[in-house]
Nanobody, 115 residues
């Protein structure tokens, strides 16, 4: 079993930045592929960014050029650097790990972009 804990969310003004962290613990062989999803009020959860063990990264079109996913294997932690934030980036952000047939989720963390 793997536990995922997100941190780093909060309130930020448009144009600002935040860095989310997702720390994995438990019976870890690998945490990859890892992804960040978000869910805005009244909308479905959507993939924001995804990263494989080989370093392949994929991003939603809406965040390309603004968000960067990265990982620290020694710490079993994945990050999401979010720059040039927009009000439409507001939502609950979830960390997800899918090693093999497993599927683990964090509890989610709120990100609010507002002036």
């Amino acid at each position: 079993q793997v536990q995922l804990v997100e941190s780093g969310g909060g309130l930020v003004q448009p144009g600002g930045s935040l860095r989310l962290s997702c720390a994995a613990s438990g019976s870890i062989f690998t945490i990859y592929p890892m992804g960040w999803y978000r869910q805005a009020p009244g909308k479905q959860r959507e993939l924001v960014a995804r990263m494989t063990s080989g370093g392949t990264r994929n991003y939603a079109d809406s965040v390309k050029g603004r968000f960067t996913i990265s990982g620290d294997n020694a710490k079993n932690t994945v990050y999401l650097q979010m720059n040039s934030l927009k009000p439409e980036d507001t939502g609950v952000y979830y960390c997800n790990s899918r090693p093999g047939l497993s599927d683990y989720w964090g509890q989610g963390i709120q990100v609010t972009v507002s002036s």
